[in-house]
């Protein structure tokens, strides 16, 4: 198993510019979640899902859109990136919400 | 609202014990959790307590919680150099498994 996968490891956007985060498990999970981490802050939750189909709002949505068209796949959508969404993006999923698997994140940069 | 409070930093000698201390806010949290996160990468979960508890031993790791202050602490046995990173406390309040993290402390184990 891969466990949670995410794409890409890295990007720099300019401001304005839109991007697609990919997160993927293979472990058949029904829950998965995007959290943003910023310098000296833990984890904020952008959105999550609780299964195929579905997703719903977290702490910190707003710029940030969602789809879970397949059970194993979560995407994090940016129309129009801005400075603020600088941060590193870490995907998680669960089978039974108590225990979450983080992937190993992504670094993003908007200049 | 929810908030989780953390120290930042903790420094210890190699094989002496570490204590990780955190508080929050919402009694309503169903399970409490502790996470690590070593430079560069996701966050590994140690171990998670459910909030009927007040202990849960797991090898060098001993949880502690109180109910009473809203108090959590991980405590390492014998720490040793390759457990130093930044932990992290978090608290599920309600369902879909959403949880709020603390900012971390970083725990530097010294030779």
């Known amino acids: 198993n891969a466990g949670v996968t995410q794409t890409p490891k890295f990007r720099v956007l300019k401001t304005g510019q839109s991007m697609t985060l990919l997160c993927a498990q293979d472990m058949n999970h029904e829950y998965m979640y995007w959290y943003r981490q910023d310098p000296g802050m833990g984890l904020r939750l952008i959105h999550y899902s609780v299964g195929e189909g579905t997703t719903a709002k977290g702490e910190v949505p707003d710029g940030y859109n969602v789809s879970r068209l397949k059970k194993q796949n979560f995407l994090l959508g940016l129309e129009s990136a801005a400075p603020s969404q600088t941060s590193v993006y870490f995907c998680?999923?669960?089978?039974?919400?108590?225990?979450?698997?983080f992937g190993p994140g992504t670094r993003l940069t908007v200049l | 609202g929810e908030d989780v409070e953390q120290s930042l930093f903790l420094s210890v000698r190699e094989g002496d014990s570490s204590v990780i201390n955190c508080t929050y806010t919402d009694s309503s949290s169903t399970y409490l959790y502790w996470y690590k996160q070593e430079p560069g990468a996701g966050l590994q979960l140690l171990t998670y307590i459910f909030s009927n508890m007040d202990m849960k031993q797991d090898q060098r790791l001993t949880v502690l919680l109180n109910k009473k202050d809203k108090h959590l602490s991980l405590r390492i046995a014998d720490t040793q150099t390759g457990d130093s990173a930044i932990y992290f406390c978090?608290?599920?309040?309600?369902?879909?498994?959403?949880?709020?993290f603390g900012q971390g402390t970083e725990l530097s184990v010294k030779p």
């Open positions: 978090a608290e599920q309040y309600n369902q879909g498994g959403k949880l709020i």
């Open positions: 998680a999923s669960s089978s039974n919400s108590i225990e979450q698997f």
